[in-house]
């Protein structure tokens, strides 16, 4: 299991604030169960860029990353926020605007571009 970006990262992106908010799902959580759940986010992140680029020509052999690039691990970074906040979600609820949907729209972009060949990461 890779990980390609740190709670750092993922707190810079949506806030210490936040971060902590999302991973808490039950009243006394102990820091500990709250950083297992960041923690477990940013590793479905990394397994699922990892899952997208075994698809691609050329990246064959190339994962787990030994160097990360920037872009990857802001956009890891960005997934495991969202992965966090969706525990927040209800089904009743509208569909999310605002900062987060802009966040998940670019994130999907991002990943198409990969995916068509319009971006080609440097991994070494």
Known sequence: MSSY???ANVEARFGV???ALWAT???GDSA???LAR???GIAVASDELDEILRCISGYEGKLPMSTVPDSVCDKVAIRAGLWLYSF???DDSPQTTGYVARLEERLDKWTNEIREGFRKLDLR
């Open 25 to 27: 799902l039950a009243d």
């Open 88 to 90: 927040m979600a209800t």
């Open 38 to 40: 960041i923690n477990t």
């Open 5 to 7: 970006c740190a709670r």
């Open 32 to 34: 500990a169960t709250i």
């Open 17 to 19: 604030d936040n971060v």
